[in-house]
């Protein structure tokens, strides 16, 4: 059984005292949660702080990228080291943003993810194709070149530490949510692909999250379908009641988990 994970990537928002705020808002909230993980990825300069606030609460924090290096002169870079240090659980890696604007690429993925998971941090790691992709007709071998290159060259107990982000680009901060059955069919076949590389027991533990336009009202739905174990939230994880309510999404009795 897959347990569900509801992760919220805050981008470039919030300062320490916004992110303060957050925190006393939503941990009253979530406070009996116990069907999920849940985590916040918010930007560097906040991350000590969301540490802070998050301590002995049931939420993880994430960074949203890191450097593959251990240390080094790098610019404006933060290694693993530098995450965990700061009492970071998680990152995230590759997402379609830095895809698009900041030149990382399935090569890059590949020497993150390993540099992270080598650290001790779990990888939330992005795959998903764009519109002129999907248009094309190529959303599905878009999306298997990404996650071979990307997490196609690890043992099976470095994937114990990899959770697969499904955003179709075209779905991402657009309003234009996939519709559920559209993402179902996308998460199978990237199970498909972990399992074709890895085997159908290690692909079949694995979980995947669907990100792009994930709100309260269509959390439920797209947690229903048995290949979505969770959720990568942008917009509507900035604010806390809109959070809180995404993790307490509605748990039907053919869902994924149950009770
Ligand atoms: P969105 O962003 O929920 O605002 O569409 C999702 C993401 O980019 O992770």
Same mark, same amino acid.
């Given at each position: 059984?897959?347990?569900?994970?509801?992760?919220?990537?805050?981008?470039?928002?919030?300062?320490?005292?916004?992110?303060?705020?957050?925190?006393?808002?939503?941990?009253?909230?979530?406070?009996?949660?116990?069907?999920?993980?849940?985590?916040?990825?918010?930007?560097?300069?906040?991350?000590?702080?969301?540490?802070?606030?998050?301590?002995?609460?049931?939420?993880?924090?994430?960074?949203?990228?890191?450097?593959?290096?251990?240390?080094?002169?790098?610019?404006?870079?933060?290694?693993?080291?530098?995450?965990?240090?700061?009492?970071?659980?998680?990152?995230?890696?590759?997402?379609?943003?830095?895809?698009?604007?900041?030149?990382?690429?399935?090569?890059?993925?590949?020497?993150?993810?390993?540099?992270?998971?080598?650290?001790?941090?779990?990888?939330?790691?992005?795959?998903?194709?764009?519109?002129?992709?999907?248009?094309?007709?190529?959303?599905?071998?878009?999306?298997?070149?990404?996650?071979?290159? /990307?997490?196609?060259?690890?043992?099976? $107990?470095?994937? %114990?530490? @990899?959770?697969?982000?499904?955003?179709?680009?075209?779905? +991402? =901060?657009?309003?234009?949510?996939?519709?559920?059955?559209?993402?179902?069919?996308?998460?199978?076949?990237?199970?498909?692909?972990?399992?074709?590389?890895?085997?159908?027991?290690?692909?079949?533990?694995?979980?995947?999250?669907?990100?792009?336009?994930?709100?309260?009202?269509?959390?439920?739905?797209?947690?229903?379908?048995?290949?979505?174990?969770?959720?990568?939230?942008? /917009?509507?994880?900035?604010?806390?009641? $809109?959070?809180? %309510?995404? @993790?307490?999404?509605?748990?039907?009795?053919?869902?994924? +988990? =149950?009770?």
């Amino acid at each position: 059984m897959r347990r569900p994970i509801i992760a919220g990537n805050w981008k470039m928002f919030k300062t320490v005292p916004e992110t303060r705020a957050f925190f006393d808002a939503l941990i009253p909230e979530i406070q009996n949660v116990e069907h999920c993980d849940i985590a916040v990825a918010p930007p560097f300069t906040a991350i000590a702080a969301a540490v802070e606030e998050a301590d002995g609460t049931r939420v993880a924090i994430s960074a949203q990228d890191v450097h593959w290096k251990a240390e080094g002169a790098f610019t404006g870079e933060v290694s693993v080291k530098m995450l965990v240090d700061s009492g970071c659980e998680y990152t995230i890696i590759g997402h379609s943003e830095r895809r698009q604007f900041f030149s990382e690429t399935d090569e890059t993925v590949d020497l993150k993810t390993r540099a992270a998971i080598a650290g001790g941090l779990n990888a939330i790691v992005c795959v998903g194709e764009t519109l002129t992709e999907r248009d094309a007709g190529q959303a599905a071998e878009v999306v298997r070149r990404q996650v071979t290159r /990307g997490i196609g060259q690890l043992t099976s $107990s470095d994937l %114990s530490r @990899i959770i697969v982000a499904y955003e179709p680009v075209w779905a +991402i =901060g657009t309003g234009r949510t996939a519709t559920p059955e559209v993402a179902a069919e996308m998460h199978a076949e990237i199970r498909r692909i972990l399992a074709d590389i890895y085997g159908a027991a290690t692909a079949d533990g694995m979980r995947i999250l669907y990100g792009g336009s994930v709100k309260p009202e269509n959390i439920s739905a797209l947690m229903s379908k048995e290949d979505i174990d969770g959720a990568l939230v942008g /917009g509507a994880s900035l604010d806390p009641a $809109s959070f809180a %309510s995404i @993790i307490k999404y509605e748990r039907g009795a053919g869902g994924p +988990i =149950g009770g």
